[in-house]
């Protein structure tokens, strides 16, 4: 494992889905690509999903769930066959958010790359996901080949009053407190992180992953847009 690059899962850094707001958060979504670029052609991505799942690099998907029909992939694609260009987006897979916005990322960064993503249940506490962590830690460091690890995964949702999750100002210093973190790799505060942080699971892991810390962090991006805590950074195992 040669690195670990921590980025949102927010559609809206998309620029086919973010409107008007694709100038606001042109700082996230640059620090994003570029944390990406950083890693090897092969990536495991973590996220946070409904359910436990393993989600094979030639996968394809699409955001069109999310107002825009904007095709990605998790691996270099083969040649377009004939029709599919006149297919609905019915015909790919339907994939969670971490997955889509790892696919995407992908794009921008390494089209070279092929990545298998790892969504894991938000319902897991944190000594599984941290277990789970640690499982994949002892998986990665049996690999010859470098592999890069992508965590793709949200703060709090809560931040402002027109946040998706509506406002809670108990949210605030919790938010602050994760993106010190983040940024100085203190998994063992990821350890502690309450239920209402959206990416929890992903964090947790992340800190099972890392093991006591990581030899190096950077810290590229940090805020709420929108109400909802966004990071960006890299670790170095």
């Known amino acids: 494992m040669t690195a670990i690059a921590l980025t949102p899962s927010a559609p809206v850094l998309v620029p086919e ?9 042109a700082t996230f979504r640059d620090a994003a690509v570029a ?8 990536w495991i991505a973590i996220g946070v999903g409904a359910a436990d799942a393993v989600i ?28 599919r260009r006149h297919q609905t987006p019915d015909a790919v897979t339907a994939l969670p958010l971490c997955a889509l916005f790892a696919g995407w990322l992908r794009g921008q960064a390494n089209p070279a790359a092929r990545a298998e ?27 010859a080949d470098p592999v890069g690890v992508l965590v793709v995964a949200d703060g709090a949702n809560t931040l402002t009053p027109p946040a998706p999750g509506g406002y809670d100002p ?28 959206v990416g929890r699971v992903a964090y947790q892991v992340l800190a099972g992953l890392a ?27």
């Open 17 to 25: 889905l973010a409107g008007t707001a694709a100038v606001e958060v």
């Open 35 to 42: 944390a990406a670029a950083g890693l090897p052609d092969r």
């Open 56 to 83: 094979d690099p030639n996968t394809r998907g699409t955001f069109a769930g999310y107002g825009v029909d904007v095709p990605v992939a998790l691996g270099p694609e083969p040649p377009e066959p004939p029709g």
């Open 117 to 143: 993503v790892r969504v894991y249940s938000a319902e897991h506490d944190a000594e599984t996901a941290m277990a789970i962590g640690r499982s994949l830690r002892a998986e990665l460091d049996a690999v």
């Open 170 to 197: 108990d949210a605030e210093p919790v938010q602050a407190a994760l993106d010190d973190a983040l940024a100085g790799g203190d998994t063992a505060a990821l350890a502690g992180l309450p239920g209402f942080v």
């Open 211 to 237: 093991g006591p810390r990581p030899r190096a962090t950077k810290e590229m991006a940090r805020g709420a847009p929108y109400g909802v805590g966004y990071f960006v950074g890299v670790w170095v195992p």
